[in-house]
Every structure is written in structure tokens, then in C-alpha cells.
């Protein structure tokens, strides 16, 4: 199940293949897969989003007879796919990248899930308001004989922002720049972490939860390492005096001083046993209501 889009070129314009790859290969994260002569996928994954999509290039499709003719506009056997049940960032990832595209080669689009069937020059509002509207339609429709893992909109907003940000924040070298990664518990409610091993200096995202790891002595000078989850507001207001806040864009904390106070403090945290959750993908769960 995807959302489909057929791209179409004027009819007195020449778009040369050739250009076509040289404009996906100067795009990060995408790679060209030739699969035939006549058929190329420019396939794009983001490995800090996870955001997943493809742009096809298929003659073959010429055969196609659900595409329609167009006096003004030509097609140009492209297509690109993105799936549904994603929450609402991989569209407008995706679709900022098609609006380049289409402006850069003059295309026009036709939307099979839009009425009326015709071509036309899309804007990326229209685009992103169709993937939204026919991704809740199908996600509806799919949670009556599957459940659907769902999350607040706010906390995949921040989770997107803060990712595709964080390497731009100016900390000391010795400072992490953790991950935030999304969770969910036996009755699959879904929360976001991120992890704070042996209370290493860090930038604290606003999370549900923080991952702590501690390390205990044990019999024989051996050491334990103990992993659990602690709500992230009870991180907050143990170390709200060590703590600085960094407010912007998008807000975080930073903590760095490590003392006997801040490590006594650290190994007094609650002990939640993070065996009762599973760690998710982002494309495991969508950010509206069901």
C-alpha cells in the first residue's frame, strides 16, 4: 500500500535521462539501482530519519492504461511511491525532495488518488495534504484487522527536529549528542527514550524515558552492569540543579558536571525494568489518532 505519484514532462520538452541521474546522484542519500536497461529505481534512504521512498524510471509503463492523455503534458515513465502507515514527517521529507524535482524539470503530476483524474502542477501543500488524507484512510482501514501503534504528533515533531539538528549543536567534544529512539510497553503504548550510560556528560533530549546504565561491584572483582528506564521527568528534577537549558528551536538540557553529589544522585534513580518494553522503527506506528 502506497501513495503513487505519475510525473509528465511538456510535450515540447527534451529531458535527457543522463540528467535525470545526475540530478538524483548530487541528492543526498539517494543511490541509483539500474534494474533492466529500460528501467532505473532512484531509491533514497535517510539513515538519520529512516525515511524510505523511490522514484522509478520504467518504459515499460507506456502500456499503462490507467495513465491519461494530456494535450499539453507528455508522460515520462516516472513514478514515485512512498508507503502508508508512516507517520507524517516521511511525507514531508519525501515530498520537499519531489517538489525540487518537479520544479527542476518542469513536470506536472498526476495524482491517482486525487479527483479529478486529470495533470496538473501540484504545489507541495497539495501533495502533502493528499498523502495525509489518503494515509489516514488506509491506516483506518488497516487498524480494523491489525492494530496500529500510534505516538502524539508533538513527540515524532521533536524526535524529527531535534534529529535532523543535533549534529548542528555546538558542545564541548566531550559531551554526547545521544539518539532518540521510540519504545512501546505490553499494551503497546509507544514512548520515546534516549540513553544515558554511567552518567556520561550529555545533551538531554525531551523524552518519555532516559536509558540509564549502571555498573555495580561484584563478587570477585567482577562488575554488574544493571540497564533500566527512568521517566525522563524524574531525571529532570533530581538534576534540575545541574542541568543547563538550552532553549531554541529545539530545547534540550545539558548536563556536565560529574561529582560524588551528581553520581550519588545518579545511582539513586528508580529501577524500571526495561525487559517490559520493545524497542520500535519509526515506521512501525503513525502520529495521528485512530
Given at each position: 500500500?502506497?501513495?503513487?505519484?505519475?510525473?509528465?514532462?511538456?510535450?515540447?520538452?527534451?529531458?535527457?535521462?543522463?540528467d535525470v541521474v545526475t540530478f538524483f546522484h548530487n541528492e543526498p542519500y539517494f543511490f541509483v539501482k539500474?534494474?533492466?536497461?529500460?528501467?532505473?529505481?532512484?531509491?533514497?534512504?535517510?539513515?538519520?530519519?529512516?525515511?524510505?521512498?523511490?522514484?522509478?524510471?520504467?518504459?515499460?509503463?507506456?502500456?499503462?492504461?490507467?495513465?491519461?492523455?494530456?494535450?499539453?503534458?507528455?508522460?515520462?515513465?516516472?513514478?514515485?511511491?512512498?508507503?502508508?502507515?508512516?507517520?507524517?514527517?516521511?511525507?514531508?521529507?519525501?515530498?520537499?525532495?519531489?517538489?525540487?524535482?518537479?520544479?527542476?524539470?518542469?513536470?506536472?503530476?498526476?495524482?491517482?488518488?486525487?479527483?479529478?483524474?486529470?495533470?496538473?502542477?501540484?504545489?507541495?501543500?497539495?501533495?502533502?495534504?493528499?498523502?495525509?488524507?489518503?494515509?489516514?484512510?488506509?491506516?483506518?482501514?488497516?487498524?480494523?484487522?491489525?492494530?496500529?501503534?500510534?505516538?502524539?504528533?508533538?513527540?515524532?515533531?521533536?524526535?524529527?527536529?531535534?534529529?535532523?539538528?543535533?549534529?548542528?549543536?555546538?558542545?564541548?567534544?566531550?559531551?554526547?549528542?545521544?539518539?532518540?529512539?521510540?519504545?512501546?510497553?505490553?499494551?503497546?503504548?509507544?514512548?520515546?527514550?534516549?540513553?544515558?550510560?554511567?552518567?556520561?556528560?550529555?545533551?538531554?533530549?525531551?523524552?518519555?524515558?532516559?536509558?540509564?546504565?549502571?555498573?555495580?561491584?561484584?563478587?570477585?572483582?567482577?562488575?554488574?552492569?544493571?540497564?533500566?528506564?527512568?521517566?525522563?521527568?524524574?531525571?529532570?528534577?533530581?538534576?534540575?540543579?545541574?542541568?543547563?537549558?538550552?532553549?531554541?528551536?529545539?530545547?534540550?538540557?545539558?548536563?556536565?558536571?560529574?561529582?560524588?553529589?551528581?553520581?550519588?544522585?545518579?545511582?539513586?534513580?528508580?529501577?524500571?525494568?526495561?525487559?517490559?518494553?520493545?524497542?520500535?522503527?519509526?515506521?512501525?506506528?503513525?502520529?495521528?489518532?485512530?
Amino acid at each position: 500500500m502506497s501513495f503513487t505519484l505519475e510525473f509528465f514532462k511538456q510535450k515540447n520538452c527534451q529531458i535527457h535521462l543522463d540528467d535525470v541521474v545526475t540530478f538524483f546522484h548530487n541528492e543526498p542519500y539517494f543511490f541509483v539501482k539500474p534494474l533492466d536497461d529500460d528501467l532505473l529505481q532512484f531509491v533514497y534512504q535517510n539513515p538519520k530519519t529512516n525515511v524510505l521512498f523511490s522514484i522509478t524510471y520504467n518504459e515499460r509503463n507506456d502500456l499503462n492504461v490507467d495513465i491519461p492523455e494530456d494535450p499539453e503534458w507528455e508522460y515520462c515513465y516516472t513514478t514515485f511511491n512512498l508507503s502508508y502507515i508512516r507517520p507524517t514527517y516521511y511525507a514531508e521529507e519525501s515530498l520537499k525532495i519531489v517538489t525540487k524535482f518537479i520544479r527542476h524539470f518542469n513536470l506536472a503530476i498526476y495524482n491517482p488518488q486525487e479527483e479529478p483524474f486529470i495533470v496538473k502542477e501540484y504545489s507541495y501543500e497539495e501533495l502533502l495534504a493528499s498523502y495525509v488524507q489518503n494515509n489516514k484512510i488506509i491506516t483506518t482501514e488497516f487498524n480494523k484487522k491489525f492494530q496500529v501503534l500510534t505516538i502524539d504528533k508533538t513527540k515524532v515533531d521533536y524526535f524529527y527536529n531535534y534529529t535532523t539538528k543535533k549534529d548542528d549543536i555546538d558542545v564541548e567534544e566531550d559531551i554526547a549528542l545521544p539518539d532518540i529512539s521510540f519504545i512501546k510497553d505490553k499494551d503497546n503504548n509507544v514512548y520515546t527514550i534516549f540513553p544515558w550510560p554511567n552518567m556520561i556528560k550529555t545533551i538531554m533530549p525531551i523524552t518519555d524515558y532516559v536509558l540509564i546504565e549502571r555498573t555495580y561491584k561484584g563478587i570477585l572483582f567482577f562488575k554488574k552492569t544493571v540497564v533500566r528506564i527512568v521517566p525522563f521527568i524524574e531525571v529532570l528534577d533530581t538534576f534540575r540543579d545541574y542541568l543547563d537549558e538550552c532553549l531554541g528551536e529545539v530545547p534540550y538540557y545539558i548536563f556536565d558536571t560529574i561529582n560524588e553529589t551528581t553520581k550519588a544522585l545518579y545511582y539513586e534513580l528508580s529501577q524500571n525494568n526495561f525487559d517490559d518494553y520493545d524497542v520500535i522503527g519509526t515506521d512501525d506506528f503513525v502520529d495521528f489518532e485512530l
